[in-house]
């Protein structure tokens, strides 16, 4: 189903840990209720001021501030997307991703954490400009066993291990080829009950699965089959069949 290519680097994970925000801990760890941006005004310079607003009516409006290319996307980064209020934008001009905890609206605002990936590789007959998504495998890239799975248009998927920890080869891209179209234009995300990232075919039928915890590379295909589905009435007869509708004439 895919095509391994290079040397894989030691992207070996433990059991997640259910990590617990605390007082003293780090404000890129603390979970917060589901949030939007309500608005972003300019403010000083390359900042905007962000408003954010809390879908639960008991919780007040935030204010934060953030780098204006977070925001609005100009030709030399692009944001891609966010996992675990980390946010992952795309250098063109080096081809780098970084993460950032600046949209986090209980992040710090004198000082954000920010944490530049290793230049990425792009393998034969694939790119790495436009890219679907981005997955955590745990809550905060600065943990010893999170990894980062990266999704692109196209067959290429891409891990690495932001930590430093383990040395400049844990920071290197293991890059997979994936051989079956039906996964070019998904997006990869991790199952904290398996323990693996996973991607969805686009016809909803297969899930191709990544076991890290076995340091296995080779994916799993899962074929979803459906049994006893109802039958559904084409559309026009139904329309017909219903004795309550009328036809009005007009005038």
């Known amino acids: 189903m895919s095509l391994l290519l290079g040397h894989s680097p030691k992207l070996f994970i433990r059991k997640p840990v259910l990590v617990r925000a605390s007082a003293g801990g780090s404000f890129s760890l603390v979970q917060t209720p589901p949030c939007f941006i309500l608005a972003a005004d300019p403010w000083v310079s390359g900042h905007v001021l962000l408003e ?47 993460l950032h905890d600046d949209l986090n609206p209980v992040a710090s605002n004198i000082n954000p954490k920010r944490i530049s990936l290793p230049p990425l590789v792009t393998l034969p007959h694939c790119q790495t400009q ?48 994936i051989a079956n179209p039906s996964f070019f234009s998904s997006s990869v995300m991790f199952s904290k009950k398996y323990n693996m990232f996973c991607i969805p075919g686009s016809g909803g039928q297969l899930i191709a699965s990544w076991d890290l915890c076995k340091d296995e590379h080779t994916p799993k295909i899962q074929v979803l089959r459906y049994y006893n589905l109802p039958k559904v009435k084409p559309f026009w007869s139904s329309v017909s069949d219903r004795p309550w509708m009328t036809v009005v004439p007009a005038g």
């Open 130 to 177: 436009i890219i679907t998504n981005v997955s955590l495998s745990s809550l905060s890239p600065e943990e010893e066993d999170c990894v980062v799975a990266v999704k692109f248009m196209g067959p290429q998927l891409s891990y690495c291990r932001p930590s430093s920890a383990q040395g400049n080869s844990s920071k290197s891209w293991f890059n997979i080829r």
């Open 52 to 98: 954010y607003s809390y879908f639960m009516k008991n919780r007040h409006v935030v204010f934060k501030h953030a780098p204006v290319e977070l925001v609005y996307n100009d030709e030399a980064v692009t944001m891609i997307g966010s996992s675990h209020g980390w946010v992952a934008s795309l250098v063109h001009d080096v081809g780098t991703l970084r």
